[in-house]
Each structure stands twice: as C-alpha cells, then as structure tokens.
C-alpha cells in the first residue's frame, strides 16, 4: 500500500529546556543571518529567528516529501495553549496551517480537568476561526482514574467541529477500559 501521511510529532524545540539551541553554529548562523552581535534570550528578534528555524526545518522535510509523493498529508502536532506553542516551543502551528505548509495539525490538548481543555478548544477557536483542519487530542494517559473527565472532554472535541477527535495514547485504553466507553458508542442514540 501507498504511504498517506506523514506526522511530524516533535516538531519543536523543547519547551522545557529554555536554553536549548545555543550551540555556536546556531548563534554563529543567527548573527550572519540578522546582524544581531549580541544573543538576548528575551530579545523579539531571536526568538522569531528560532522560531524561523522550525518553520523552515518542516518546509524542507515537507518539501522532499512532496517531491517523492506529491499529494502525501502533512501534519504536525501542536502544543496548546497557543502562546506556549509560539513563545516557549518556537512552534507555530497556526502559520503552518494558514500557509499550506500542512494539511492538518493535532493540537494536544492535553488537561487534567475541563475548564483547562474548554480553554484550549476556545484558544483554537480564536486562533483558526474554524477547526477544519485541526484534530483535537485528549490525554488519555493524563486521565487513566478519572474516566468521567476523559468522557466529557471527548464529548466536548465532538460537539468543537474539529476535523477529527483523537487520543493520546491508545495503551492507555487498554489499561483502563472504561476510558474507550465514549469512543464506542453512537453519540446520537
């Protein structure tokens, strides 16, 4: 069979870990490329230039793939909220999908409770206008003893007009059953 898709996962830089990316070829690389002789961690300029970096790391990977395949599906994941994605991951997944660079992003949306992931469904709203080519994930693994938040937030990515619910990770539906009640059932029976 014929490969459909490609999902970039981690594509990203860690958002744990503020100081990655300092290596002398990247800070040799940003000052040739903006003339900035001095590296400011908070400075505007060297965070659009890292999340540049993301940007055209995913171009070029796409780009080959569509040289071999041209109409294989791209898509990434994309953390959520947005600003976390943008300010602190260099990732911006809302430009990759305004500027056709994929097909769809996964947003992991992945909350401990509720209001959390109503926020980031919302924060996506305003940030797409429609969900069209979003898949919204739930963290299954995040809500192994609280099935009842887990349903709920299903309910809520089928009723967000997303282009596809999806979760994180299916091991975790295995480990506690009751988790894949609401991925099985017909919502309008």
Request: net charge positive.
């Amino acid at each position: 069979p014929a490969l459909d898709g490609i999902q970039f996962d981690y594509i990203r830089y860690p958002d744990k870990n503020p100081d990655y990316g300092y290596t002398q070829m990247n800070r040799a690389r940003f000052k040739k490329m903006t003339g900035c002789q001095t590296i400011d961690a908070e400075s505007p300029v060297w965070k659009d230039w890292k999340r540049a970096q993301v940007t055209d790391l995913l171009r070029t990977l796409v780009k080959k793939a569509r040289a071999i395949r041209p109409n294989i599906q791209i898509s990434t994941t994309g953390l959520m909220p947005y600003y976390r994605a943008n300010l602190e991951a260099y990732q911006d997944w809302r430009y990759w999908l305004n500027h056709g660079i994929v097909d769809f992003v996964t947003l992991m949306c992945y909350a401990p409770d509720v209001p959390e992931f109503e926020k980031y469904i919302s924060d996506a709203k305003k940030k797409m206008g429609d969900l069209s080519k979003v898949n919204i994930a739930v963290g299954a693994y995040r809500l192994l003893a609280t099935p009842e938040i887990f349903e709920k937030q299903w309910d809520l990515c089928e009723d967000s007009g997303a282009r596809a619910c999806v979760t994180l990770h299916y091991g975790n539906l295995l480990q506690n059953p009751v988790l894949a009640k609401p991925l099985i059932r017909n919502k309008k029976s």
